[in-house]
């Protein structure tokens, strides 16, 4: 109500035109079940979405998600059943993704609740109607989240967000004293922290939340936010942390990573979702106080074209996998093919490694998993090490005695 254009409704248009038009879309032969003509115009104009996105650059980027990035957050966190909330929803892409997941593990659609939120007019149309044609009952408030909050008063069980990255001018100083800040106040020309803080805020006791945000967030401590990082992770709230390959987003090349954090890391269940009959109804994770999951996934993924890379099924079962592994839940994915039999986590070097507090604090309170995560073990080439330490030290020689050569020469030319 109220999002479509009113020139449906102009006098002046031919009625029997409007009329053919609607008996044309309706005749396409999209299948019987009008569900699946559903399902078949969200592809369509999620089809479009990307296209847009891709075409538009930044303008038409800024709010789309790539699916593959989505489907890791949605894989990792498995909202079942309760609430779940964006606060810059875009054009609504977790939320569908969101029940998707569910569809396809047979739970029942009406089990979670949708809230969101989207500062930009066109887009928050946009998500109404992406919403609508998929049928998702979701309440979507327009306005800016920072400043006119729209659920203040919501506790979700998920967050799962794409915030805009580094975003420069969201009017901090005008925020100063806000009760979201716990952790430390963001700093007015970076809104990063200010995202992150804000998931947290809107956390149930047991909520956990995923999201995506700029490599920098990991590891900078301009403007106090390593101080603010650094309270977040001694609350012993980041659950795991995942670095993704570059190109996979339309709208930038700024390499992004994933943040997972929780309120409950005693191992009960950590949402309504979890002890209820849920396919073998283990309810329960292990007990992970102090202890975070790094998985370094800039290796993964295939280029689909020159600038665009996308992560194939198999990455995203590997960085879901290790993560459900890690938590001691193994139901929602099948046995890792690496990494321990039936499903038990290990460390692996150069992919995942699970650090204590400690750790971390030895790191200087940085996120960053290629700090954690080690080097891949190197395959072994049979030659032994006296000859390939001498055969090595041959080559440097010439190289050395090839650039002094070239140095001098590029010196008589000048």
Not at 22 to 44: E, F, H, M, P, Q
Request: aromatic share 8%.
């Amino acid at each position: 109500k109220g999002v479509l254009p009113k020139d449906y409704a102009r006098p002046g248009l031919d009625k029997q035109r409007l009329g053919q038009i609607i008996n044309l879309v309706s005749d396409i032969a999209l299948g019987s079940a009008a569900d699946r003509a559903k399902d078949t115009l969200g592809r369509v104009y999620e089809y479009f979405l990307a296209r847009f996105a891709s075409a538009e650059g930044k303008s038409g980027g800024q709010f789309y998600t790539p699916s593959r990035v989505v489907r890791v957050l949605v894989e990792m966190l498995a909202p079942y059943k309760g609430r779940v909330y964006d606060p810059c929803c875009g054009s609504g892409g977790m939320f569908v993704s969101s029940e998707k997941f569910i569809e396809a593990h047979s739970g029942k659609l009406g089990d979670i609740s949708i809230y969101g939120q989207e500062s930009n007019y066109t887009t928050w149309r946009l998500a109404k109607m992406n919403l609508a044609i998929r049928g998702i009952d979701a309440q979507i408030a327009h306005g800016d989240t920072f400043h006119n909050h729209a659920h203040p008063d919501l506790k979700a069980d998920y967050v799962l967000a794409n915030p805009p990255f580094n975003d420069s001018d969201w009017r901090g100083e005008l925020l100063k004293n806000d009760k979201r800040w716990v952790y430390g106040v963001p700093p007015a020309g970076n809104a990063n922290f200010a995202w992150v803080q804000h998931f947290i805020y809107h956390l149930a006791p047991t909520g956990q939340a995923g999201f995506v945000l700029a490599n920098g967030s990991m590891s900078s401590n301009q403007s106090g936010e390593g101080e603010i990082r650094k309270a977040i992770i001694e609350a012993d709230l980041v659950d795991c942390m995942v670095a993704l390959p570059g190109q996979l987003f339309y709208s930038t090349q700024i390499p992004v990573c994933l943040w997972f954090l929780t309120r409950n890391k005693r191992g009960s269940s950590p949402s309504p979702a979890m002890g209820e009959g849920r396919g073998g109804g283990a309810g329960k994770f292990r007990d992970r106080r102090g202890e975070t999951l790094f998985i370094d996934a800039r290796k993964m993924g295939t280029l689909v074209d020159r600038t665009h890379r996308e992560l194939t099924d198999e990455d995203l079962a590997k960085i879901a996998g290790t993560y459900h592994a890690w938590r001691g839940d193994p139901i929602l994915n099948p046995p890792l093919k690496k990494g321990g039999e039936g499903g038990i986590y290990q460390d692996i070097p150069g992919f995942c490694k699970s650090a204590t507090l400690e750790e971390i604090r030895k790191h200087g309170h940085v996120l960053t998993p290629g700090r954690y995560v080690g080097a891949e073990a190197a395959e072994d080439d049979g030659e032994p090490f006296e000859e390939k330490m001498q055969r090595l030290a041959a080559t440097l020689r010439e190289q050395q005695a090839e650039a002094e050569k070239q140095d001098a020469a590029i010196a008589a030319n000048l």
